[in-house]
């Protein structure tokens, strides 16, 4: 069983920055990879970007080039700096970990608020 606790969410204007960190504790030596991921009003939770245990980067087209996702093995954590931040990223933002037994873990999610 792993828990992921979200941190660094908030209400920023067009244009600036945040950072999102998620700590896991549990069945740490299981996890693959872990990511973030955001649903929007009204909307699908969609993927944002993604790590795996190797190192392997992925970002979904909207956040390439404004957010960095980064792994602390060490603290088990997972962060996604945001920059360059649009209203449209507003939205509940999801840590989750993926692990070897094919299950994947969500965390309780942070909101982010971009005004124009």
């Known amino acids: 069983q792993v828990q992921l606790v979200e941190s660094g969410g908030g209400l920023v204007q067009a244009g600036g920055s945040l950072r999102l960190s998620c700590a896991a504790s549990g069945g740490i030596s299981s996890i693959v990879a872990m990511g973030w991921y955001r649903q929007g009003p009204g909307k699908q939770r969609e993927l944002v970007a993604i790590i795996s245990s190797g190192g392997r980067i992925n970002y979904a087209d909207p956040v390439k080039g404004r957010f960095t996702i980064s792994g602390d093995n060490a603290k088990n954590t997972v962060n996604l700096q945001m920059s360059s931040l649009k209203p449209e990223d507003t939205a509940v933002y999801y840590c989750?970990?993926?692990?070897?037994?094919?299950?994947?873990?969500w965390g309780q999610g942070t909101q982010v608020t971009v005004s124009s």
């Open positions: 989750n970990a993926d692990v070897k037994e094919l299950r994947r873990y």
